[in-house]
């Protein structure tokens, strides 16, 4: 899972950027809100942990402005201030958790995770899902194309549940590998490729030009229905 953490005080940047990496997350750091909105409007980007109190850009206006440019991350704010008023305001600006300074790491990551996992089953795939010639039986991992079925691994198919559930959007190796393979046992970022390559050859009637697992040079892929 990819992470950045807003934060414009050096040792509490420094001490959540190492906190998460230690537990396996990649994370991104920007020590203002002008770069941090930056950052999430143009890298892909699983949670942001966004402090309030930052000169410039506040946080409350770094989490309007990216609900506005339609960001949907999950967004953790973190802040000295702890009235109810400020609480208020910072999930009316579309914050999804609000986690008062000072706090125990233990209980960040706690929230994290929390985060994390009801964003993920937030992306709702169907069981069975018709596209043109083809139909994908992810109950039975099974893809049917023109009459013929293909079996599907569990990879092939947590990569296409993966892709399905952000139709429409880049997905990067990064993600594929942090989702589908789990961060304790990665393969080379080659190998998704290679993945795509099999997929494409099960459910495109033409895989050297394919029509619903476009690459995203630079990023990934991408699943237009």
């Given amino acids: ?36 909105l ?45 009235q109810i008023d400020d609480r208020v305001t910072g999930l009316d600006s579309g914050a999804d958790d609000y986690l008062v300074k000072p706090f125990s790491l233990k209980e960040l990551l706690a929230r994290v995770r929390a985060l994390l996992r009801r964003s993920e089953h937030g ?42 559930a952000n139709a429409g959007e880049a997905v990067s190796r990064e993600k594929f590998l942090d989702v589908v393979w789990g961060y304790h046992a990665y393969p080379g970022l080659r190998t998704i490729d290679n993945f795509i390559t099999g997929l494409r050859a099960k459910l495109e009637a033409d895989p050297a030009h394919p029509r619903h697992l476009l690459t995203v040079r630079g990023m990934g892929y991408r699943f237009d229905p």
């Fill in 1 to 36: 899972m990819r992470l950045l953490v807003i934060e414009d005080e050096l040792p509490m940047r420094t001490a959540l950027v190492e906190t998460l990496k230690a537990e396996g997350y990649r994370v991104r750091a920007a020590a203002d809100g002008v770069t941090g």
């Fill in 38 to 82: 930056e950052l999430a409007c143009t890298e892909p980007f699983d949670l942001i942990l966004l402090d309030v109190m930052m000169p410039g850009l506040d946080g409350f206006a770094v989490c309007r402005e990216l609900r506005q440019r339609g960001r949907d991350m999950p967004v953790l704010m973190l802040t000295a201030k702890g």
């Fill in 123 to 164: 992306q709702a795939v169907p069981d069975l899902l018709e596209l043109g010639a083809a139909t994908i039986d992810f109950r039975r991992c099974v893809l049917t194309r023109a009459g013929r079925q293909h079996p599907l691994s569990e990879k092939e198919a947590g990569m296409l549940r993966l892709l399905v």
